[in-house]
């Protein structure tokens, strides 16, 4: 992260905190600050492709003041929801090694365990699905990934999982706008039925 400082004397490069609503039952989970994204930015999921279709989805669905603007001041606030990361700190090749998620894990647990009542964990990819049950004591291999496919977790909560909204996702057509649309859609309605606020 030193190296990139020095490259980049304006970016953030420090662990990126979690964003959102200090009061949440939707907790979305992706997998680690991007290099010119949220480490460049301070903010989760900005300043990267993959956040104009998660903060604009979720400003659809009522989580969000407003969509996407890439900018970290720009007055966003979140609604019922907060997002963080797997890992807190850009990764070296931007893809975090299994020690790193290891040891950012406590970190994870804690946000879930400040849930709002019972909630929804949104997972972005199959990284942060592992991490989020691994946080919340489970084996991976009783719940294994799949778009679209919901776990019950410790303490009544919800995982959601999605692939995750990157770039490389939306272009291939991996992950469409539909796709991903359908998802958060789910987890308004997962939250609508365990209760009003």
Known sequence: MDAVKIRHPSYHCRPVAPFGDRSYRLLV??????????????????????GILLYDTLHRYGFGSRGYTGDPQDGLELFDCRI??????????????GPEVAACNRYLRAEISDMDRVGVILALGVVAHAAVVRACGARVSERKFGHGTLHALAEGHLLLDSYHCSRYNTQTGRLSGEMFDQIVCRARELLALSGAR
Request: glycine share 16%.
């Open 29 to 50: 989970v992706g997998l680690a600050p991007g290099m010119h994204g949220a480490n460049a930015t301070g903010r989760p999921f900005t300043g990267d492709h993959a």
């Open 84 to 97: 963080t990361n797997a890992v807190k700190c850009l990764p070296p090749g931007n893809k975090p090694s």
